[in-house]
């Protein structure tokens, strides 16, 4: 009976909103997210088992998730196209993650015993993605991991989660725009002479 009733609030701590609309966010987009990239992933899985890649094709680490209960996490061992992130979709649609959060952390982080985090980091699932991860790359010194996580804890809703996600998704578009542009600076009107072609012409 008891493990039936643990059994039972797991899957009520899955399943129930943080809010009905963030949850709601996850599933939607979440299962939508996970059909249109598992034909990617599965692709991506099969060539690191054809390669036999050290430890394996995927990555499992435990973290801690809502209310304190550890999860293994399963991440694709590879960082092309950000399938890494996108392999963990299915944590998502589970409830072990939800697609904005905090940082999913091992159990044995200090992290997430320090005075005052402890209690918000229970409140919440971790994130495929969070505050802390778009707003890093700025380098700012204000932009702390440890305080976007507490100030996403304390301001999360539909409306944030959707700035991030779409921030999330612009990082990497902005980075191979800028590496396209590189790659045209490089190229002068030498590079497109035919062979033979003299100055004196």
Do not use: N
């Not at 034909?39 to 801690?64: E, M, N």
């Not at 998704?169 to 497109?192: E, I, M, N, Q, Y």
Request: aromatic share 4%; no cysteine; hydrophobic share 40%.
């Amino acid at each position: 009976m008891a493990g039936l009733a643990d059994r039972a609030g797991r899957l009520a701590d899955r399943f129930l909103p943080r809010t009905p609309a963030e949850r709601v966010l996850d599933l939607t987009l979440g299962t939508a997210l996970l059909i249109l990239t598992a034909p990617a992933v599965a692709v991506a899985a099969l060539a690191l088992s054809a390669r036999r890649a050290p430890g394996g094709v995927w990555d499992r680490r435990p973290r801690t998730g809502l209310g304190g209960r550890v999860f293994e996490l399963r991440t694709l061992r590879t960082r092309r196209l950000r399938l890494d992130l996108l392999s963990r979709l299915p944590h998502v649609v589970r409830g072990d993650l939800s697609l904005v959060g905090p940082a999913p952390l091992a159990p044995a982080d200090p992290r997430a015993t320090r005075s005052g985090a402890r209690q918000w980091r229970q409140e919440l699932r971790p994130g495929l993605t969070g505050l802390a991860q778009v707003r890093a790359r700025s380098g700012m010194p204000w932009d702390d991991p440890a305080l976007l996580d507490q100030h996403y804890a304390e301001h999360h809703g539909v409306v944030l989660d959707l700035a991030i996600l779409a921030e999330a998704a612009r990082g990497p578009l902005r980075t191979r725009l800028r590496k396209a542009r590189r790659t045209k600076a490089h190229l002068s009107d030498a590079d497109h002479r035919r062979p033979g072609y003299s100055t004196v012409e």
